[in-house]
């Protein structure tokens, strides 16, 4: 009983921010409590905005509160410590097979109550009284007992890592940017985190946003069943009375036409609600990556959390249009005025325009395909920013521009030996994957210039090809006087006026790809209609002296 109380009291004065015991503590105006630290560093967070906002409650508050420390709160905080370490010796709560036992404990090993990230390592109550009582100790961080402590550390330098590079995007630790990691952009672990926290919640917010539309197509869709149903009945009654009219003789089409229009009515309901369907799934599965997010966004683990969040960061191409197009209620109404009309002209209806019957039962659509853009402005609402990879960069390369732009050279630069790198050809893919429908622009000099989009595994094995001359990149090469396209080692002349900018549109799932001259106007140079089987990337080839920049629109 003594124990649960302990563990009550724990979870009461601990800080949902960090999950650890009050540091500090200050209460504020909606009456929730964190480290001071803990709320200082997230209301950072929200200064531009202007508008702060508690983590637990979502309550807003204008200006920001005045934190001042709970002397209450502090104190609670500090009895529950001293009662925490005298009622831990009487437990003898030893660790079993699926517990983190205490790193400094001999013999029979004791359940750690924490493990720290600085150390690191873990601790019993008696063994963790260091970390609460020495100065330099009290500085570490300290959290819920862990399992994963050693892939903290450093397998080349048996150092913590407490450092990410972001050129390599990986944790390191500090020996690691003196040698292999020279001269790369570091930060450390808790900025990189704090910069992918942010990215995660605008994922977060770009998830309900899309429940939010889809669950409204999702009702779009159930009244657009009804409306189908309503009027197909309303056209095989209509059907069914001007057939009577003509007894007999018309009495076999009146037939035909019913069985075509509940067999349209079948398959127009059954498309309505396979998408229906579909929405309904990837909204699950929006709601199960907003819940993965959610239980990443609290980990207290640095390095596990970057490790981590490029597999769950990325969002999939949402399955359909984003807008659903809804005609009026008219369907088979064309059907009644057909059969009308074979009510007047009987028999030479019958031979001459009984056909149209068939074409205006099949001819209900309801979705309109969302069509390739013809207007730039079009075109930017689906802009990808593009950011070269300088780990495929050949080395006669060179990347500048927040790594937009690459020029070739005649020296080789010392870039670090990696199995992404291009060493026969002199160019570059993104870091980015381009999926789903979006677009991107080039500049250009000089001449000799390849613009392509290409999958990751462009090589064949130990064969490196120049991009458009296999079957796994598609390119556009852009001299002086002409454009040729190459895709799979054939070459084709694509003609349009000439331009030093050319334009790249990509829909993923419809297998189209679009390159345009871009000047005043836009023009079509070349279209490719295919499947893509995997994620591509953006890539340029340079020749010697030219330069290639991925244009920042926005």
Not at 180 to 192: D, L, N, Q, R, S
Not at 324 to 344: G, H, M, Q
Not at 475 to 493: A, E, R, V
Request: hydrophobic letters at 30%; aromatic letters at 8%.
């Amino acid at each position: 009983m003594e124990r649960r109380g302990l563990l009550m009291d724990d979870q009461k004065l601990s800080c949902s921010i960090c999950l650890d015991l009050l540091k500090d503590p200050v209460t504020i105006p909606c009456g929730h409590s964190y480290c001071m630290n803990c709320i200082k560093v997230h209301w950072d967070g929200e200064d531009q905005r202007r508008i702060y906002s508690c983590p637990q409650c979502r309550k807003e508050f204008i200006p920001r509160p005045v934190q001042e420390k709970s002397i209450i709160l502090a104190e609670m905080v500090e009895d529950l410590k001293k009662t925490r370490l005298q009622a831990a010796p009487a437990d003898h709560c030893y660790a079993g097979p699926e517990d983190v036992a205490c790193d400094v404990c001999t013999g029979r090993k004791r359940k750690a109550i924490k493990s720290c990230l600085s150390c690191p390592a873990s601790y019993c109550s008696d063994h963790l009284q260091p970390h609460y009582d020495a100065p330099p100790l009290k500085k570490h961080k300290l959290v819920n007992p862990s399992m994963k402590l050693q892939e903290n550390v450093c397998s080349r330098h048996d150092e913590v890592m407490k450092i990410f590079c972001r050129t390599d995007q990986q944790c390191i630790c500090y020996l690691c940017t003196m040698d292999e990691h020279k001269g790369h952009e570091t930060v450390p672990v808790a900025a990189e985190r704090t910069e992918k926290q942010k990215e995660l919640q605008e994922r977060q917010q770009q998830i309900h946003q899309r429940i939010q539309d889809q669950e409204k197509d999702v009702k779009l869709l159930q009244q657009e069943v009804e409306a189908i149903n309503l009027s197909a009945d309303k056209a095989v009654k209509d059907s069914e009375k001007i057939f009577t009219d003509l007894i007999r003789l018309i009495q076999k089409r009146s037939s035909d036409v019913k069985q075509q229009i509940r067999s349209q009515q079948e398959t127009e309901v059954s498309r309505v609600k396979k998408l229906q369907k579909k929405l309904e799934q990837e909204i699950t599965e929006l709601k199960r990556k907003d819940a993965e997010l959610e239980k990443l966004s609290i980990t207290e683990d640095h390095p596990q959390f970057l490790q981590n969040y490029p597999s769950l960061s990325a969002l999939s191409e949402s399955t359909h249009s984003s807008s659903i197009n809804i005609r009026p209620l008219r369907y088979f109404e064309d059907v009644t005025a057909a059969v009308s009309e074979l009510r007047e002209k009987l028999q030479d209806i019958l031979r001459d325009t009984g056909t149209n019957i068939s074409l205006a039962v099949t001819d209900v659509d309801v979705f309109l395909k969302d069509p390739i853009p013809k207007l730039r402005d079009r075109f930017l609402k689906y802009f990808k920013k593009i950011t070269l990879d300088s780990n495929t960069a050949h080395r006669k390369l060179i990347l500048s521009e927040g790594n937009r732009k690459v020029t070739s050279i005649d020296q080789l630069q010392s870039y670090p030996d990696h199995p992404d790198r291009f060493i026969d050809y002199e160019q570059v893919l993104s870091r980015e994957s381009v999926t789903g429908r979006c677009y991107w622009e080039v500049q250009w000099s000089r001449a000799g210039v390849y613009v392509a989009v290409s999958y990751k595994n462009v090589r064949s094995g130990s064969k490196e090809y120049l991009i458009g001359f296999n079957d796994k990149s598609w390119s556009l090469y852009c001299d002086k006087d002409n454009y040729i396209f190459c895709h799979n080692n054939i070459k084709t002349p694509a003609s349009g006026p000439l331009s030093s900018r050319i334009g790249v549109y990509l829909d993923h799932r419809a297998g189209i790809l679009c390159f345009y001259s871009v000047s005043k106007t836009m023009t079509l140079l070349h279209r490719v209609q295919t499947t893509f089987t995997q994620p591509l990337y953006a890539g340029v080839y340079v020749s010697a002296g030219s330069s290639a920049e991925f244009v920042k629109l926005c």
